[in-house]
Structure formats: structure tokens, C-alpha cells
């Protein structure tokens, strides 16, 4: 079994769509996160929520909005998609989020292609 | 502002050889330093991690050397095979893996026969 996934794995819609991405882990870990790969393969924290309690919060635009309804749940929703919000978006997990040296274990990655 | 440098951004290695992978930080508050592998479509892992504490890490054939005074690591890939050739990223954050990450920029890197 898949211990982060997230689905769909690719989406393809256009500009001013309104799309989400679901995540589930199945590790029992209490912290989840959204990152951000751009196109240069960069990597970048977007959200972090500890037992469904939003903890990190990047300067991200408000259009992108995530949703805990569990520990083992972290869906990104995104409102007006824009080109520039193409990129491969990675669901994570840690157990804790103070304590440390905790593994952070990646999803597959989910393509959002906005065109 | 990139807090993580990493380089360089590509590297082509033969078989049997070394590669060496270089990072350096600003942020001294640092205090946890992993280097992630990512294969093509598929999300990073865990490589090898260290803490400022030790000035070397080693498992199997991967090594991490920490200079914490120049805030400098770097990851040594000792006997570089062909299924080696992936994106390396390094990393660090402060207090821990479960606070927020900050990446390198990613080096790809490619193992030929």
C-alpha cells in the first residue's frame, strides 16, 4: 500500500477553472504538507497542518486553500487557476512537527497543467 | 532569497566513480540537514540526513561531510552506479524534519556505463 497518495495524479484545465487535490497517508502520522515543484524542479512549502490545525502558511495566494478534515487527510483546493500555478504539487508526512529529525515521506507528485 | 545553494546543477559521473553533491546555508539557526533523491515522476526520499553536531554520516555508500564554521555539506556517492542517476536535492530546516523545509535547488545527476 501507497503510504502518501494523492489523486489525481495528472490534470490538465483551464485558466479560471476551479480544481482540488485530494491526500491521504496511511502512517498514522499527525503532520501533513503541501509542497511545490516548479518547472526548475524547486521545491517549496506551501502549507503544513499538525492534527488538522494549520501550523506553516507560506506566502501563498489566497486562491489555494487546504482542507484537513482528519489527520490522515490534507486536500489542496484551488479557485481560478492561473498559468503561472502549473507545476507538480507533493503531498507530505512527518509524525510531529517540533521534534527532530522527523522523516518527511513524499507523495507521487500530482501534474497540474493549467492551460 | 535562497537560503540553501546547491551545486552544481548537473553531473555526469562514470560507473565506479565518486559524486559529490555541494550545499551551503546562511541560516545558522539551522539544525537539520537531509539530502533527498527524487527518481522521474515519482516524489523525493529520504536519503541520509545529519545534525550539525558530527562532521560526518555515513550509509553504505552514501556519505555526508559537514563543515558546520564554512556552512558547507555535502553528499559523496562512493561506487556511482547507473540506478544512482536521479535529482538530488539538499535541505535543512530548524528544529527538526517536521518543521518546514527549506531545499537546495536540486542537482540531476547521471551515472554512465
Known amino acids: 500500500d501507497t503510504a502518501v497518495s494523492q489523486t489525481p495524479k495528472y490534470l490538465v484545465t483551464q485558466m479560471g477553472n476551479d480544481k482540488s487535490i485530494k491526500c491521504e497517508q496511511n502512517?498514522?502520522?499527525?503532520?501533513m504538507y503541501w509542497y511545490k515543484q516548479d518547472s526548475k524542479k524547486f521545491l517549496k512549502i506551501m502549507f503544513s497542518y499538525n492534527n488538522k490545525e494549520l501550523i506553516i502558511n507560506e506566502t501563498v495566494p489566497n486562491r489555494f486553500s487546504p482542507k484537513s478534515p482528519d489527520k490522515a487527510h490534507l486536500n489542496l483546493h484551488i479557485n481560478s487557476l492561473e498559468l503561472g500555478d502549473s507545476a507538480v504539487y507533493f503531498c507530505a508526512s512527518s509524525q510531529g512537527s517540533r521534534l527532530s529529525g522527523n522523516t518527511i515521506y513524499f507523495g507521487e507528485g500530482s501534474w497540474l497543467t493549467v492551460v | 532569497q535562497q537560503q540553501v545553494k546547491q551545486s552544481p546543477q548537473s553531473l555526469i559521473v562514470q560507473k565506479g566513480g565518486i559524486s559529490i553533491i555541494n550545499c551551503a546555508y546562511e541560516n545558522t539557526a539551522f539544525d537539520y540537514f537531509p539530502w533527498y533523491q527524487q527518481f522521474p515522476g515519482k516524489g523525493p526520499a529520504l536519503l541520509i540526513a545529519?545534525?550539525?553536531?558530527?562532521s560526518e554520516k555515513k550509509e553504505g555508500r552514501f556519505t555526508i561531510s559537514f563543515n558546520k564554521s564554512a556552512k558547507q555539506f555535502s553528499l559523496h556517492i562512493m561506487d556511482s552506479q547507473p540506478g544512482d542517476s536521479a535529482t538530488y536535492f539538499c535541505?535543512?530546516?530548524?528544529?527538526?524534519?517536521?518543521?518546514?523545509?527549506?531545499f537546495g535547488t536540486g542537482t540531476q545527476l547521471k551515472v554512465e556505463l
Open positions: 502512517l498514522g502520522h499527525d503532520t
Open positions: 535541505a535543512a530546516s530548524i528544529g527538526g524534519g517536521g518543521n518546514k523545509l527549506t
Open positions: 545529519i545534525r550539525p553536531d558530527v
